[in-house]
């Protein structure tokens, strides 16, 4: 993400805030049942209930109120964003949970966590949402000690928004595969996208 492309993203999620408020709209989702699924699928990636997690592009910081009331509560959560007015409602909403104003690729993070996830981070086209996406599936990996989970929208649809960007499973899983031997990609659920899974041990292995 360029400087310009950040401060227009903080630009539209501020507009949206405006517009929507605190919402899953804001964050750019239909309604809260299809957050709510999203974040099913990314709490998958591994039990992380007492583990430490990191939600990269956190927003409002849901994923954390999900994860409690599924009784999954992480020894510690962080969440970063690139949207400070998502950020002050997340910091009211949980208040003593750490929030950073961050961009984990061109402000790396030293310390690492167990899980490392991200939830339409990628989704909005940017100059080069490839390389965009590969450098962030790079940097949560090397945050990540046991695994990662992220979701991207599928070019396996049928319509299309010209200010989205859609990729192609196949060829990001194979990017993955450079990065892990340990990849999954789930493209089950009933959503015009995908998550992909990558693990430092092999599935069966202590996670």
């Known amino acids: 993400m360029t400087p310009q492309e950040r401060t227009e993203t903080v630009k539209r999620y501020?507009?949206?805030?405006?517009?929507?408020g605190a919402t899953a709209q804001t964050l750019g989702w239909?309604?809260?049942?299809?957050q709510a699924l999203r974040f099913a699928v990314l709490a998958e990636v591994g039990d992380l209930s007492g583990r430490s997690v990191l939600d990269v592009g956190c927003g409002f910081g849901d994923f954390y109120g999900y994860l409690l009331a599924q009784g999954r509560r992480p020894s510690l959560y962080v969440g970063v964003d690139v949207a400070p007015s998502l950020l002050q409602v997340a910091r009211e909403r949980h208040p003593g949970i750490r929030f950073e104003e961050r961009d984990i690729v061109t402000q790396p993070m030293a310390e690492q966590f167990d899980y490392?996830?991200?939830s339409g981070v990628l989704?909005?086209?940017?100059?080069?949402?490839?390389q965009a996406a590969r450098a962030?599936?790079?940097a949560m990996?090397?945050?990540?000690?046991r695994g990662m989970a992220a979701n991207?929208?599928?070019?396996?649809v049928d319509y299309t928004e010209p200010h989205l960007y859609y990729y192609d499973p196949e060829a990001t899983m194979r990017y993955c595969r450079t990065l892990s031997r340990f990849v999954t990609l789930r493209h089950d659920y009933p959503l015009y996208e995908f998550t992909i899974y990558l693990y430092r041990q092999p599935l069966g292995g202590a996670q």
């Open 116 to 118: 490392v996830v991200e």
């Open 14 to 20: 501020a507009d949206r805030q405006a517009r929507w």
């Open 123 to 130: 989704n909005h086209r940017l100059q080069d949402n490839e």
């Open 152 to 156: 991207l929208m599928s070019f396996q």
């Open 141 to 145: 990996y090397r945050l990540s000690r």
């Open 136 to 138: 962030m599936l790079e």
């Open 30 to 34: 239909r309604d809260a049942a299809q």
